[in-house]
């Protein structure tokens, strides 16, 4: 009897063992950071700490196609810059962040317009772009839950799929938002946009990688509304430079209101 329940206390051991073994098998296979950590690679592979950068916006529907030349100065996650350098009919509209707000300039009438935060999901210019993606506004680091749904293969590669839901005190409109990354070099290949209601709304994919500003990365960005057949807004990177100061007299309304 005694020789039994030694032998039973070895096994009880060694069973216990083997479940912690296990849990923390389960536990590193299914890190709660992993998602976000995917999805901060991504960010700071497309905007960097800050970047300046020159963009070329064609804004495409049924009727008719327009190009934009922007110029762009950000500093995530605190301000933001965009200006309209061409074609003259637009040039020098502006728009400007600092934290949440947002203003417009209007050089036609020389009229400097706050946003509210109503309108930060309308339309920037006229495109499929809003307000709130051209500056920023919301980020999805520190306003969403991150969470990796599968990897799916795509063109002999893994493609994880993760997806952001946002926190309940977050002041945002998507009910969810699922980025598709290639696993390998955690390259964004495309963002689906998702109502409160679970419906699709739009779709970002990223294309042309080459390199630019010192990183390799997709220098083409499309995005395409499922409710508009026919239309599009193409965003293509010219160049840029990443990870270095920006004057702070950038971010101003002075220079908001400079020709």
Not at 8 to 36: H, I, K, N, Y
Not at 59 to 65: D, F, K, L, M
Not at 107 to 123: A, D, F, G, T
Not at 166 to 189: E, H, N, Q, S
């Amino acid at each position: 009897m005694r020789h039994a329940d030694c032998t039973r206390r070895v096994f009880l051991r060694d069973v216990a063992a083997g479940m912690v073994a296990a849990s923390a098998v389960g536990t590193a296979r299914s890190q709660p950071t992993e998602g976000r950590d995917i999805l901060d690679r991504v960010e700071k592979l497309l905007w960097g700490s800050t970047v300046q950068g020159d963009y070329e916006m064609t804004i495409a529907t049924p009727r008719w196609q327009r190009t934009l030349g922007l110029k762009v100065w950000m500093e995530r996650p605190r301000r933001s810059f965009v200006r309209i350098v061409a074609p003259p009919k637009e040039a020098g509209i502006g728009s400007l962040r600092i934290g949440g707000e947002m203003w417009n300039y209007l050089p036609n009438v020389e009229r400097i317009v706050k946003i509210p935060p109503s309108m930060m999901l309308q339309p920037w210019m006229g495109s499929d772009f809003t307000n709130d993606d051209l500056v920023k506004q919301s980020s999805i680091l520190d306003d969403y839950m991150h969470k990796v749904l599968d990897a799916v293969p795509q063109d002999g590669a893994d493609v994880l799929r993760i997806e952001a839901v946002p926190k309940p005190d977050a002041a945002v409109v998507w009910g969810r938002i699922v980025y598709w990354v290639r696993r390998a070099d955690t390259m964004p290949l495309k963002q689906e946009f998702f109502s409160e209601r679970g419906e699709r709304v739009r779709v970002l994919s990223f294309s042309d990688v080459r390199a630019v500003g010192g990183r390799v990365m997709p220098t083409r960005w499309e995005m395409r509304p499922d409710g508009k057949p026919g239309h599009t807004t193409t965003v293509v990177l010219k160049d840029a430079a990443f990870d270095r100061p920006v004057d702070d007299e950038i971010f101003s309304q002075r220079h908001l209101q400079k020709k």
